[in-house]
């Protein structure tokens, strides 16, 4: 194993504007089934990503396209990826990538969550959008730090990374919209039910898009600061391209994001458009705008 090569991206007319990016190959050492629709996957390196909690990678398996998947974890050499079902690429993955085989990363990519040094904070995560938190949830451990664990999602079987979130938090609330598993309903509910008695220094929140948006309403009625690590259509990585952008001030969420201060993401077309694989404008919802 080895890194590829090293690519240097000039963004504007100034070479002060500039982007590294590694090439990196790696092997899958271990697959673990999350549940039906998501597997953890560890990919060993010959070096040390050095990440930073929120930050992504793009991944590439023969055969498949490259795509961006956030990391989970990182020890040592070896990087974590949690990988769902979504689409044509992931299933490719789920349905051929063995112990083994090897993939190309990119990265790590984008800006990370902020690191509190003390204090309790709040991590509000829906589905697969526990990955990035989990590893955040780590760091903030390791620090002293106390966090609060609010993970929400349809039903128990879709419940991810439980257990191990045990060993890192103060305290976990879930909840499932079908009542199969802690709280029924969703966990923005048991989220603002907590804030009405609890203080926290910031909160993290990853996951729906209109979950997200919640959490962050919430936030700020309240002024606290927070979070939100976002899922937009990234293809480049490095900020060239725009299919990320958040409109209308054009933030791009693969290198300004994909973790953004909520007050600044209220600013944005956030929680209600968002743009398609053909950069056309798109609702929340699903309908097409531009």
């Known amino acids: 194993m080895r890194v590829l090569r090293t690519i240097h991206y000039f963004r504007g007319s100034s070479k002060s504007a500039v982007t ?5 190959k790696g092997v899958i050492k271990k697959i673990i089934d999350e549940n039906y629709k998501v597997k953890s996957f560890f990919i060993e390196t010959d070096i040390r990503l050095e990440s930073y909690p929120g930050q992504y990678v793009m991944i590439w398996y023969p055969g498949s396209e490259e795509i961006p998947i956030s990391i ?8 974590r990826l949690l990988i769902a079902k979504a ?16 993939v190309r990363l990119r990265g790590p990519l984008g800006k990370g ?9 709040a991590c509000v995560a829906g589905g697969y959008g526990v990955a990035p938190l989990f590893y955040l949830t780590k760091r903030l451990a390791e620090k002293g730090v106390r966090v609060h664990f609010f993970l929400g999602a349809k039903c128990k079987e879709e419940l991810l990374l439980l257990d191990e979130l ?17 709280y029924r309903g969703v966990i923005t509910e048991c ?3 907590y804030l009405k008695r609890e203080k926290y220094d910031i909160v993290y929140t990853c996951g729906p898009e ?3 948006y919640k959490v962050i309403l919430l936030c700020c009625e309240r002024g606290i600061r927070s979070e939100a690590s976002l899922e937009r259509y990234i293809r480049c990585g490095i900020g060239l391209c725009g299919s990320c952008v958040l409109d209308p001030i054009g933030l791009r969420v693969c290198c300004e994001g994909p973790v953004i201060d909520g007050n600044i993401l209220l600013k944005t077309d ?9 950069l056309r404008r798109v609702s929340i919802s699903g309908v097409s705008r531009s």
């Open 20 to 24: 590294v990016v590694r090439l990196i």
């Open 191 to 193: 989220f603002d039910e």
């Open 113 to 121: 969550f902020t690191l509190v040094e003390d204090g309790r904070v």
């Open 270 to 278: 956030f929680g209600k458009y968002k743009r398609d694989e053909c």
């Open 72 to 79: 989970a974890d990182e020890s040592g050499t070896v990087v």
């Open 210 to 212: 209109l979950m997200m």
């Open 87 to 102: 689409g044509a690429t992931t299933e490719y993955i789920h349905l051929k990538a063995r112990i083994g085989d090897y």
């Open 166 to 182: 045990s060993t890192f938090c103060e305290r976990i609330v879930v909840s499932t919209e079908d009542g199969s598993y802690g």
